[in-house]
């Protein structure tokens, strides 16, 4: 019988898989980082509980393409400010791909919130225009020059972010066991680093309402060549009560959630 697709892999399968996914080259991306100070009511108000909010009501937009051989992909994120355990670092709200394979991942393993959408950075000569988008919607767009190169840190730079990662309930109520908080550990080597003057424009969406977060001031808007490495790890359990009237932020529609087969149909 030829072999059922669908069925049982080997462990010699198995465990080649996970080799070949700690073996991975550095993937080089270039991006746009755009950070500002908002509205400090705001930044909290995203917060779920056990994130606090930080010294300064920041917020930081990624907008980047990715140099994948054969495999080009657009990523992005907006993210806030947050504290936990005493460590500061990122709450991602949104964080759109431009590819399928690009969610599964971080989704299932991290419990990040990415969702399909479009990427554009796009540069001609020192003009640089970057946006994120979804539903036809460009709700994030920076653009500006270049304008000052910078110096590379030497060594990688560690970076946090914080992520929820949870399962709605079958019977539509709650979740189907306690959500976890996935502290994300990055390493980031920079081999090209430049400051862009221009500014930040957010348009209203009602799928992704970034625009509640105002640019009061902004910080800093620079675009370079950069990769990471990722590790991640549960650090607390979350009090399901608390989480959930935040988990609307991870979808278009809250309601989608409790959609189920008509009674009866299989």
């Known amino acids: ?43 909290a108000a995203v917060l779920p509980p056990p994130l606090k909010p930080t010294g ?75 946006s994120l988008a979804r539903h036809g919607i460009a709700f994030v767009e920076v653009r500006g020059a270049v304008s000052e190169t910078l110096p590379t840190p030497g060594e990688p730079v560690e970076k946090l972010d914080f992520y929820f990662k ?27 680093l430049e400051r862009i003057t221009g500014d930040v424009v957010l348009r209203e969406s009602m799928y992704d309402p970034v625009a509640d977060l105002p640019v009061r001031r902004l910080v800093e808007i620079t675009i370079g060549e950069k990769t990471s490495d990722q590790s991640g ?6 009090d399901a009560q608390a989480l959930l009237p935040y988990i609307h932020q991870r979808y278009d529609d809250p309601q989608q959630i409790l959609d189920g087969p008509p009674e009866g149909s299989v």
């Open 166 to 192: 949870f399962l709605p309930a079958v019977d539509g109520r709650g979740f189907d066991a306690d959500p976890v908080l996935v502290q994300c550990t990055r390493h980031e080597k920079v081999r090209k």
């Open 1 to 43: 019988m030829a072999r059922v697709r669908y069925g049982p892999r080997t462990e010699a399968e198995i465990q080649a898989a996970r080799t070949r996914s700690t073996k991975l080259p550095d993937i080089w991306s270039t991006g746009v980082l755009a950070v500002w100070e908002s509205d400090p009511d705001a930044v």
């Open 56 to 130: 300064r009501p920041l917020v930081r937009a990624n907008i980047s393409k990715v140099d994948i051989p054969g495999y080009p992909l657009g990523a992005g994120s907006v993210a806030v400010a947050a504290e936990y355990g005493g460590r500061e670092g990122w709450y991602p709200l949104v964080m759109p791909m431009t590819h399928e394979r690009a969610l599964i991942g971080g989704r299932e393993v991290f419990g990040e919130p990415k969702k399909l959408g479009e990427v554009t950075v796009e540069r001609d000569g020192l003009v640089i225009s970057a």
């Open 233 to 238: 790890k549960v650090v607390e359990r979350v």
